[in-house]
């Protein structure tokens, strides 16, 4: 963990909590009492099966989706009772960055990232504006792809400019959904490496989605293990897998194999 | 039971449903309301900054240009046909010299207008259905609204009002694409010179003619872009949800386009004979 001395986590301000959150889709309960809180300058991977309901948590902590029950507590604002304009301007401070990429299929990759900034910071000159596109770019390795099309990239090229998206509005806050799935080992390892590098740069706190130990531990200050619509264990990557917790157990031990597998073959 | 009415996406809806009458009506009035709070909220919207003028002009200009050709060879086509299956009843009264004033009033009142909106449900209605259709199940609504752009605003206000501004415009053309091939029919059987053509069709059509006419036109336009940014914005995800948003956006706004043709009609009728 040097990493850790690189940046700091200020345990006396909380940049998110939430407490008691319920949601659920006609007859499927998804979260039943999610409680939760991300310190300033922390990263939390949020680990957890497919369809447990990790996307519904972030979406719900940017308001895109309505919580049943809860409190959703986002810079000190509860999300859910924000007027529109309100809503906006807590958006600009945190970053999202979605399972699917999103990437606007009918513009560029240069308008792609340009969109957000000429929408909603109106005073910026177009020089400006380049210099923030192509420093994105840069950190994310792909500035010789500026012009082509999101159709044309591959899909971890796709994922790369989504983070470069989420970057471009210098938010406090960024929520990664699942940034390395479907990425080889290399390219995982350098988005692993970027998302810490923000985290260092600009003193960004972060919740990272992942089903992938490798970036839950490289990443995450702390990891959060997501079990039938609750956190069961938050703590640091070897307090969490250190638990007794079959469930636990057997997430990292199937994992494990997985990776003992891949380095066989 | 209020929870049906309330919440037009359904995305809070708990536990077992129970109806208000059957299923299929529920859900039938539900999808009334959805609309009509889709169509306040289009009027509410379009008044408030900011407004995208630009996005407007680009979307116009697609608009006209996907459908320009088709309604260039269709509008003259129809002009030709109905001339040709008109003249033998005309011919029987030997009013062929009534020609022009009759494809005059059939084109500008009717045809015109109703042949640009119904190719244009079918062209521009489907694009929309389907490219905002596309754009909710891949997630591209959401970034927006996350990158605190109000997409309803970027996307559907800026769609419906090109589609209003554009379709009466299309709509004027087709109706001189049609007269035209209706003089080319009438010039090469009897011989009639451009300007009588001309004169005569235009003798028998008033200026509430020409008025109602446009005022269709925007009513055709505002109901195939309201229609298309709904079905798209409603669409289910999956790419199946994206084909039936372009197909429901077609059907729903032939329909609706049909019904407002005779309420107009009839509206016009009165303050004619009034
Ligand atoms: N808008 C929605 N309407 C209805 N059901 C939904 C909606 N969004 C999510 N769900 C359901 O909620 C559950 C959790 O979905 P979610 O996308 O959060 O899973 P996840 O943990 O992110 O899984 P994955 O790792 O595969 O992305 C799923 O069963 C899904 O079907
Ligand atoms: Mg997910």
Redesign the interface.
Known sequence: MKEQAKHQINLEESVIAITGLEK????LDVLKGVDFTLYRGENVAVLGKSGSGKSVLI?IM?G???P?AGQVWVLSKEVNELK?KEL??L??R?G?L?Q?S?????MDVYQNLS??LV??KKQLTKKEVDQEVYEALDAVGLTEKVNEMPADLSGGQRKRIGIA?TLI?KPEIILYDEPTSGLDPITSGEINNLIREVQERYNTSSVIITHDLTCSKHTGDRIAMLLDGKFIKIGSFENVFASKDEAIKSFYNYNFIQESHARIS | MSCHFSDPLNMNTTGSRTYLFTKGIDSFLKGVTDASTFTVRFFKESFLPPFHFHEVINQSFEIGLKSLSLITVTGFIIGIVFTKQSRPSLEDFGATSWLPSLMGIAIIRALGPLVTALICAGKVGSSIGAEIGSMKVTEQIEAMEVSAINPFKYLIVTRVFATTLTIPVLSLYCICVGLFGSYINVHAQEATGFVTFYHNAFSSVSFLDINTSVIKSIVYGLTIGLVGCYKGYNARKGTRGVGRAANQAVIVSMFLIFLEEIVIVQITNWIRYY
């Open positions: 659920s889709f006609d007859e979406k940017v895109l989706l309505r049943d529109r906006d301007a958006r600009l945190v999202f979605f699917s999103a990437l606007y299929d009918s969109f957000p929408m909603t998206r509005l």
